[in-house]
């Protein structure tokens, strides 16, 4: 019940086109919802966070999805770029329990220049 | 800020050696965790810490693992004996509390096990 599911593992975009990962999960106790973006070498960091509140959250190109009845949130990147090759990670955590995070397995991200 | 700093940042070691892995968690950072990232499994959170006390080390894979956190500032993980099975990235995060909006993951230490 803990487990976040995410897909795909592994994804290849034309540049310009649009990039979706989705995630599930079954923990009704989670309220927040972050993405993490990680380049190679680099740490994994926080590229967007949605709460159950509302259904869509937009930033720049970057929108989260997100579908309270259905336990199912994506991320979408509109015109996908070579720079945003990264691998990806959903994650959800229940703030109020103050509970540790728990990550998917992540989504490697290749935009094809 | 200088940010989560790790050390060191590459680590090659022989099977049977004992290896020890550094972390400075962000000044006022309350909550402190260890993952390991493969290929095969991803990223795996090993232990965290709550104001220096080890709230959860259930993903800590076996008794070889063992992690310390003797000051607010400071916090190892040490492997011993070593293992190939332990060649991984491991990384070091830090957040005001376990339940905070935002992990700020330090850049990790490449660890080589041969």
């Known amino acids: 019940q803990q487990q976040v599911k995410q897909s795909p593992q592994s994804l290849i975009v034309q540049k310009g086109g649009i990039s979706i990962i989705n995630c599930a999960y079954e923990?009704?106790?989670?309220?927040?919802f972050p993405w993490y973006q990680q380049f190679p070498g680099k740490g994994p960091a926080l590229l967007i966070a949605?709460?159950?509140?509302?259904s869509e959250k937009k930033e720049g190109r970057f929108t989260i999805s997100f579908n309270k009845s259905a336990k199912q949130f994506s991320l979408h990147i509109m015109d996908s770029q070579p720079g945003d090759s990264a691998t990806y990670f959903c994650a959800a955590h229940s703030q109020n329990r103050d509970d540790k995070i728990i990550f998917g397995k992540g989504t490697r991200l290749h935009i094809l220049p | 800020d200088a940010g989560v700093i790790q050390s060191p940042r590459h680590e090659v070691t022989e099977m049977g050696q004992e290896v020890t892995l550094r972390c400075k968690p962000i000044?006022?950072?309350?909550?402190l965790f260890w993952y390991r990232q493969t290929m095969m499994r991803g990223l795996e959170l090993l232990i965290y810490?709550?104001?220096?006390?080890?709230?959860?080390d259930s993903g800590m894979p076996e008794d070889r693992f063992s992690a310390k956190m003797p000051n607010a500032s400071f916090s190892t993980l040490k492997i011993q004996p070593s293992e190939p099975r332990d060649s991984a990235v491991y990384f070091c995060?830090?957040?005001?509390?376990?339940?905070?909006?935002?992990?700020?993951f330090g850049p990790g230490t490449r660890l080589t096990v041969l």
């Open positions: 000044s006022g950072h309350n909550s």
């Open positions: 949605i709460r159950p509140d509302v």
């Open positions: 810490f709550n104001n220096n006390v080890p709230i959860d």
């Open positions: 923990n009704t106790a989670f309220d927040y």
């Open positions: 995060a830090s957040s005001f509390s376990a339940g905070s909006d935002t992990q700020y």
